[in-house]
């Protein structure tokens, strides 16, 4: 527990780094909830934006009569958007996702968490509702979801390899998973069909060791899943290696034209690299969705 609360402070310091994170909001007229910040385009709220000229069909009511005698035309006063989008994380706990192929590094678990928690930072600084899915961190906004946040990331999964959880999905929301996705391909693909159903749109930030990624292995060498369900010896592991990276670049494609297909963006991360661009990417992802 005090590993999982002692990455607040470095989730934070990372979200210090960048300006406050808007998440693009769609189709918000069914899950509209005021917010505490502006969406600068009209709407809902009580911060002044700006005066537009009055159009035909606007009341009388809606004249700004002060700013509008100072001049020859009419204008109304308009106010900003107000509406706070809600976002659910699903971050892999599974066993999985506690490899590191080299002490010093970090595991693929210990830099998703801190990434998720840094996007969380992010968001309910700019007012947006966030959680994970599930039910152990339900949506919320204000800085004492952190604290919830970080708590519920402390449980682990017994299962090898993740399979994404969709439960407490708001329609129309936003949504990302953070795993290796090296596990079934059939979980991701389902999850993203419930959540396209939802018209959910998102992120999907794969989190792969450097080890994972070049395949470093050779002679006699035995493979082991994390929890010990799948495990095989070779003599010749360097001849797996074409083999096996055809494979995880087939995958990454997978994920990558499955994203596209449903209106996501896909990024694979490595823990080799500084956790920084991990988030920036984040930061531009759910920039662009909408």
Known sequence: MSDILALRPRAEALGQALPPLMASAEHLAATVILGEHGRRRAGMGDEF???????EGDTARMIDWRRSARSDAHF??????QAAQTVVLWVDASRSMSFTGDRSRESKADR?????LAVAVLLL???????????AAPPRSGRQQILRLADALADEAAADYGRPETTGLVAHGRMVFLSDFLGDMAGIEAAMARAAERGVRGALLQVLDPAEEAFPFDGRTIFESMGGSIRHETLRAGDLRARYLERLAQRKDHLATLARAS??????????????PALLWLYRALERVG
């Open 49 to 55: 934006w700006q005066y537009r000229p009055a159009h």
């Open 76 to 81: 109304v006063r308009e106010r900003e958007w």
């Open 125 to 135: 600084r700019a007012g947006e509702r966030v959680g994970l899915s599930g039910e």
């Open 263 to 276: 209106g996501w963006h896909y990024h694979c991360h490595h823990t080799g690299q500084a956790a920084l």
């Open 112 to 116: 998703a968490r801190l990434v998720a």
